[in-house]
């Protein structure tokens, strides 16, 4: 039982800090530094939207005032099925390439007809609810000057304001896991709320796909291009406040790294050229949750006073989970923040297994 207790406790800890640590010591040894250069490049925003008549006058607005050559900039905008103002919102708009289907094909359908409609050599794909910051547009660019950049992540900035930073502190250390894949060679997706790639490496996404942001990168990167992280090319958002709703959108991510395995299962095998990084920043997560069932079961069945002690501690950490989750205002004190955001992680990637074998569609986020 403790040797059981140890292993589980190795895998929970490499997945968290020691790829991070890994990778940071291989960032001191070999950096790979990559060419810029600010030179506007014909480019086309791409967004799929649906029921976003909330987000998508003030997205369209700050696309409008991007410091970005507007002779250069194409804006093209799908309403997948939307049964809002959404439609309407559109064709009010002479500037932008609008297309609207009348029922909803899904997000990877809405993302392939814009693309068929895009001129740009550089395709930028973007969220309706993102702002981005002015010259987003221009840092994204300038890594293309490298010939071996074949796709470049923008960064997520979190609103600061939320009572709740307990997710917060989760996506700084996923930041600084995608800045260190990326000085080192690749990183293992995008951020979906901005990220640019060179027109001829798309490939079709398939319908019902929910990951793109993984989808498309990878297949980029199986063509021998590195795939990087761009920390001042900024888009913001928030935290959502809804009950439940950061829940179903991490739900929603972790069904799609499940997703991905069974549409591209080239992915596991030696022909992903990021086959360790691949496993060890996406896949390894998704079996925490059994990890950590095995840890509190073997560290109470376990003899001696380490293990009584390792026991009652974790029982300590998911009772402070429990009064996170049903005393939201308790979160501003860390402990409990962060043992509820962990615990919240790792029963969304139980809930995400569960979706994915019995087949549950997913919806539109």
Same mark, same amino acid.
């Given at each position: 039982?403790?040797?059981?207790?140890?292993?589980?406790?190795?895998?929970?800890?490499?997945?968290?800090? #020691?790829? @991070?640590?890994? %990778?940071?010591?291989?960032?001191?040894?070999?950096?790979?530094? !990559? /060419?810029?250069?600010?030179? +506007? $490049?014909?480019?086309?925003?791409?967004?799929?939207?649906?029921?976003?008549?909330?987000?998508?006058?003030?997205?369209?607005?700050?696309?409008?005032?991007?410091?970005?050559?507007?002779?250069?900039?194409?804006?093209?905008?799908?309403?997948?099925?939307?049964?809002?103002?959404?439609?309407?919102?559109?064709?009010?708009?002479?500037?932008?390439?609008?297309?609207?289907?009348?029922?909803?094909? #899904?997000? @990877?359908?809405? %993302?392939?007809?814009?693309?068929?409609?895009?001129?740009?050599? !550089? /395709?930028?794909?973007?969220? +309706? $609810?993102?702002?981005?910051?002015?010259?987003?547009?221009?840092?994204?660019?300038?890594?293309?000057?490298?010939?071996?950049?074949?796709?470049?992540?923008?960064?997520?900035?979190?609103?600061?304001?939320?009572?709740?930073?307990?997710?917060?502190?989760?996506?700084?250390?996923?930041?600084?896991?995608?800045?260190?894949?990326?000085?080192?060679?690749?990183?293992?997706?995008?951020?979906?709320?901005?990220? @640019?790639?060179?027109?001829?490496?798309?490939?079709?996404?398939?319908?019902?796909? !929910? /990951?793109?942001?993984?989808?498309?990168?990878?297949?980029?990167?199986?063509?021998?291009?590195?795939?990087?992280?761009?920390?001042?090319?900024?888009?913001?958002?928030?935290?959502?406040?809804?009950?439940?709703?950061?829940?179903?959108?991490?739900?929603?991510?972790?069904?799609?790294?499940?997703?991905?395995?069974?549409?591209?299962?080239?992915?596991?095998?030696?022909?992903?050229?990021?086959?360790?990084?691949?496993?060890?920043?996406?896949?390894?997560?998704?079996?925490?949750?059994?990890?950590?069932?095995?840890?509190?079961?073997?560290?109470?069945?376990?003899?001696?006073?380490?293990?009584?002690?390792?026991?009652?501690?974790?029982?300590?950490?998911?009772?402070?989970?429990?009064?996170?989750?049903?005393?939201?205002?308790?979160?501003?004190?860390?402990?409990?923040?962060?043992?509820?955001?962990?615990?919240?992680?790792?029963?969304?990637?139980?809930?995400?297994?569960?979706?994915?074998?019995?087949?549950?569609?997913?919806?539109?986020?």
């Amino acid at each position: 039982m403790s040797l059981l207790f140890w292993f589980s406790v190795a895998v929970v800890a490499y997945a968290y800090f #020691g790829y @991070a640590i890994l %990778l940071w010591l291989l960032s001191r040894i070999r950096r790979r530094p !990559i /060419l810029r250069s600010f030179v +506007a $490049r014909n480019v086309s925003i791409i967004i799929a939207a649906r029921n976003e008549e909330a987000n998508l006058r003030a997205k369209i607005e700050n696309l409008q005032q991007l410091d970005y050559p507007l002779e250069k900039l194409q804006i093209v905008i799908v309403s997948d099925g939307s049964t809002d103002q959404t439609p309407s919102i559109l064709r009010d708009q002479t500037s932008i390439t609008s297309i609207i289907f009348d029922r909803s094909h #899904g997000k @990877a359908s809405a %993302l392939n007809e814009a693309v068929k409609q895009a001129t740009g050599d !550089i /395709l930028i794909f973007q969220d +309706a $609810r993102q702002t981005i910051e002015p010259e987003a547009i221009y840092r994204l660019v300038s890594c293309f000057a490298d010939p071996l950049v074949g796709a470049v992540s923008g960064e997520l900035i979190l609103d600061s304001s939320s009572p709740d930073q307990s997710l917060g502190i989760y996506w700084k250390i996923e930041k600084i896991i995608r800045k260190l894949e990326s000085e080192t060679g690749s990183v293992v997706g995008v951020t979906g709320a901005i990220y @640019a790639i060179r027109r001829e490496l798309y490939s079709d996404i398939p319908p019902g796909t !929910i /990951l793109d942001d993984v989808f498309v990168p990878m297949h980029i990167a199986r063509t021998g291009k590195r795939i990087i992280f761009e920390p001042l090319a900024i888009a913001r958002d928030r935290i959502f406040s809804e009950k439940g709703k950061e829940f179903s959108r991490k739900v929603r991510t972790l069904t799609g790294n499940y997703q991905l395995m069974a549409l591209a299962p080239w992915l596991l095998s030696p022909g992903n050229p990021l086959l360790f990084r691949f496993v060890s920043h996406k896949l390894l997560r998704l079996i925490v949750p059994l990890l950590l069932i095995i840890m509190l079961v073997s560290a109470g069945l376990s003899l001696g006073t380490l293990f009584r002690v390792i026991f009652g501690l974790q029982i300590l950490f998911y009772i402070l989970s429990i009064v996170g989750a049903t005393a939201p205002s308790t979160r501003k004190f860390k402990p409990i923040g962060v043992a509820y955001t962990f615990v919240m992680l790792n029963a969304a990637a139980a809930v995400a297994f569960f979706n994915f074998v019995i087949g549950k569609k997913s919806v539109w986020l």
